[in-house]
Nanobody
């Protein structure tokens, strides 16, 4: 599976961004999908994941209530809507997919996309 993320940028605290990730190469609906993020000098951390059908979602405590993950299997897309952004959300965001959802939660998925930079600053 090849993954291509987009949608990052510079936003003020309290603002919103929507990240998108398009998958190709395999039947996307056979895979869980999610997002992780990484700050220089720190380990990559789990952000959000959704199951194959999109009916179940899980979030890191730090983003719960502010971020929303969704997917469109017909378009091979997974999204991350980020609202009420904080400076501590600044990171490179990576989309990921794996046939096993838990692999994304523990940040060891089979497939990673390239990162997209999100900067929250006034």
């Amino acid at each position: 599976v090849q993954l291509q993320a987009s949608g990052g940028g510079l936003v003020q605290p309290g603002g919103s961004l929507r990240l998108a990730c398009v998958a190709s190469g395999r039947t996307f609906g056979n895979y869980a999908a999610g997002w992780a993020r990484q700050v220089p000098g720190k380990e990559r951390e789990f952000v959000a994941v959704t199951n194959r059908g999109g009916g179940s979602t899980y979030y890191a405590e730090s983003v719960k209530g502010r971020f929303t993950i969704s997917r469109d299997n017909a378009k091979n897309m997974v999204y991350l809507q980020m609202d009420s952004l904080k400076p501590e959300d600044t990171a490179v965001y990576y989309c990921a997919t794996d046939q096993v959802l838990h692999k994304i939660v523990v940040v060891t998925p089979q497939y990673w996309g390239q990162g997209t930079q999100v900067t929250v600053s006034s």
